[in-house]
């Protein structure tokens, strides 16, 4: 594999910059892509992904999710990865990004930057919610689409596409219907601002810098309610006080924003019971039955 990116990184400049490679690392943390960091001999550090080329739709939507939550980050306060190159060499697809020290340090710089990127995107005009290519959310796929309508959008686009696929495991669509269509319009009256989210945000796909700052990584973007980011940041732990105060600090959430945090989390319980079946499956049944005590 070290052969194949070097091979690899021959026909992109925009990563070698003419400097030659000293070594190629593999970096452990994933379960989807292999993971490298190329250190050159002039000291400068490149993180690479590899996958088959049957995968490289993954890396080329996840180049764009990055390249979109850069557009709107404050740098001040939050870095996001710049994606430097995709390369497909012989049978295998390899993403190169800017390398990022992290380190353990306060989340209050982190949430601040999280809340300008919800906020300064909000107020860039989008009109619907959504995102134009299929994207991925884990190994499964993100559906493509728009609507105005979050509620409509949020149950078809994104609860209904899971249900679906829980057939696999029992799970029939016609019986939670109601809760569906309960789900549409109480999402509507909620009537969110449009923000572009990183969509996947548990505390592996984030983090600090050396210097710092915040920092997000492996995105599945799309616009939609800026409280989707925060629920998730509360299904699997990692955040602290400092990143809610900091978050709140910028643009704060409304009183109610916690009594939608199970219907967001929702999508990412039915994606987690779909691709790796265990708990996943009792605790989204669990949502699915206190939601229809709502209907």
């Known amino acids: 594999m070290e052969e194949l990116i070097q091979k690899a990184l021959l026909s992109s400049n925009k ?13 452990g943390g994933g379960c989807i892509h292999k993971a490298w960091c190329i250190l050159f001999q002039n000291g400068k550090k490149v993180f690479a992904k590899s996958n088959h080329i049957d995968n490289n739709n993954m890396f080329k939507f996840e180049r764009e999710c990055l390249l979109v939550l850069k557009r709107f980050a404050d740098e001040s306060y939050i870095c996001v990865p710049e994606p430097l190159d995709l390369k497909i060499y012989q049978n295998t697809s390899i993403l190169f990004l800017e390398w990022i020290d992290l380190k353990q340090s306060q989340q209050n710089l982190l949430g601040k930057g999280l809340a300008l990127l919800h906020k300064s995107s ?5 009109k619907k919610f959504g995102w134009e ?4 959310i884990g190994s499964n796929t993100q559906r493509k689409g728009y609507d105005s309508n979050w509620g409509k959008f949020f149950v078809n686009y994104r609860l209904r596409p899971q249900l679906i696929k829980a057939k696999k495991w029992g799970v029939r669509v016609d019986d939670f219907e109601d809760i569906l269509l309960y ?11 449009i923000s572009i989210v990183h969509g996947d945000l548990w505390s592996g796909n984030c983090g600090n810098t050396k210097n710092g700052l915040g920092t997000l ?48 989390n929702l999508y ?3 994606n987690h019971a779909n691709m790796f079946g265990g708990s996943y499956k009792d605790n989204s049944l669990k949502i699915l039955k206190d939601l229809r005590s709502r209907v």
């Open 15 to 27: 990563v070698s910059k003419n400097s030659l490679i000293e070594k190629i690392i593999p970096v």
């Open 122 to 126: 909000s107020e860039w005009g989008q």
């Open 133 to 136: 290519e299929e994207g991925f």
């Open 183 to 193: 789900l549409s319009s109480y999402l509507n009256d909620h009537h969110p601002s």
């Open 217 to 264: 990584f492996d995105p599945a973007s799309y616009w939609a309610d800026r409280e989707v980011d925060i629920s998730m940041t509360r299904l699997f732990g990692g955040f602290n006080r400092d990143f809610y105060k900091g978050y709140e600090e910028i643009w704060p959430l409304d009183n109610f924003s916690k009594e939608r945090t199970d219907i967001y």
């Open 268 to 270: 990412h319980l039915l």
